[in-house]
């Protein structure tokens, strides 16, 4: 299929026609990828990334046979995984043998499996930030005759901490923060003979997942930006202060940082070798937000319109998706085949800002919502929308 739309922009009547001819056959719902759309996002991230690799991260994205397109496009190397059963499943299957998986494990079996199998062991590293998580994994490996060595990645805190600690911005992934907490807890780790400290993560949510220009909130979007220039001066420093300091301890792979939305600015960093990125290759209408790059939506979903209980209202079966986090209105799927309808907010309908002209597909119809950053279904069973 030809890009959706242009570069920030919804699929116009055109690509809805197309969308509509390739899926006449199906029932909704059902989810529709634009391949050039797809390529045309994985060529602006890498050129945003200027060189250094992006390591796709697996929840954003959801299909394998995507992955592995990605993983064979020039910029793209390396998985973040979501799960160690996840990475184990990937790796097993040959889709990549270089995986980091995002997020600390508890889950004993999969641990325990990991450290039986070397091959597995080798292309695995899984996610600590604290002693308790070596503990585990050392308790786990214990039932295996001849364990292999198991490869951490430490996660360090990137939030940005102001006025004495009375502002915090940025998601706390980590108890680790300092060079000084780093190294201690790098040294801990190659005092271990059962493990390999292979990399260091820090994912800067408050730079890479909070748009800058976000529609109607001027003043809103001045302090953003001024907090996203202060946590990136910050941040820049301390992680390079944490990577020196650990690397006086042992050797690293690499270092992870950034996110779709912060590629440049984490990739301008010395001290970074590598971005985690993924929900740029979908182009959610999140970032719609953003001031420094735009995308096309390359997914989408279709649901069928069931009744029109009100002038101006449609109720639609089932859900969709919705971005990475709480279900806010900038992270939740946005109507296409009708950009001026919007979700009812509790059970009031929304007024219509414009008139479109693309009707819905024959039969008991459908609205189609662009795709999202990561799968996670809504709660709801059923959703209005207000149309014109």
Excluded: H
């Amino acid at each position: 299929m030809s890009p959706a739309g242009g570069p920030g922009e919804p699929p116009g009547p055109a690509d809805m026609t197309r969308y509509n001819a390739a899926t006449a056959g199906l029932e909704p719902p059902f989810a529709v990828i634009d391949l050039a759309a797809l390529r045309a996002n994985a060529a602006g991230m890498t050129e945003r990334a200027a060189g250094k690799p992006i390591r796709v991260a697996s929840k954003s994205v959801r299909c394998r046979a995507l992955l592995e397109w990605v993983l064979g496009t020039s910029g793209f190397g390396g998985i973040l995984a979501f799960t160690l059963p996840e990475a184990l499943w990937l790796t097993g299957q040959g889709v990549s043998d270089d995986i980091v998986v995002a997020y600390p494990s508890t889950d004993r079996s999969a641990l325990t499996r990991l450290a039986s199998y070397p091959a597995a062991a080798a292309a695995i590293t899984v996610m600590i930030d604290s002693a308790d998580q070596l503990d585990i994994i050392e308790k786990a490996a214990a039932a295996v005759a001849d364990p292999a060595p198991v490869q951490v990645c430490l996660d360090i805190d990137t939030s940005y901490v102001g006025l004495g600690g009375l502002i915090r911005a940025g998601a706390r992934r980590s108890p680790v923060r300092t060079p000084a907490d780093v190294a201690a807890l790098a040294r801990d780790i190659a005092a271990r003979p059962g493990f390999r400290l292979a990399g260091l993560m820090a994912y800067e949510a408050q730079i890479a997942g909070v748009g800058d220009k976000p529609p109607g909130r001027p003043y809103y979007a001045l302090a953003v930006r001024q907090m996203q220039r202060r946590s990136a001066a910050e941040l820049a420093r301390r992680r390079a202060a944490i990577v020196a300091a650990v690397r006086e301890v042992t050797p690293l792979r690499f270092v992870n940082g950034g996110g779709t939305g912060s590629i440049e600015r984490t990739a301008a960093e010395d001290a970074v070798t590598e971005i985690g990125a993924g929900s740029g290759l979908y182009q959610p209408s999140l970032f719609d937000s953003y001031r420094a790059f735009s995308g096309r939506p390359a997914a989408l979903f279709a649901l069928s319109v069931v009744r029109r209980p009100a002038p101006g209202v449609v109720t639609v079966a089932g859900g969709g998706y919705v971005a990475s986090g709480p279900a806010t209105a900038a992270a939740s799927p946005s109507p296409s085949s009708r950009p001026a309808c919007g979700w009812t907010s509790r059970k009031e309908p929304a007024r219509c800002r414009r008139r479109y002209s693309a009707g819905p597909r024959t039969g008991s119809g459908s609205a189609t919502g662009s795709g999202s950053a990561t799968p996670k279904p809504v709660s709801c069973a059923s959703g209005s929308l207000s149309c014109i």
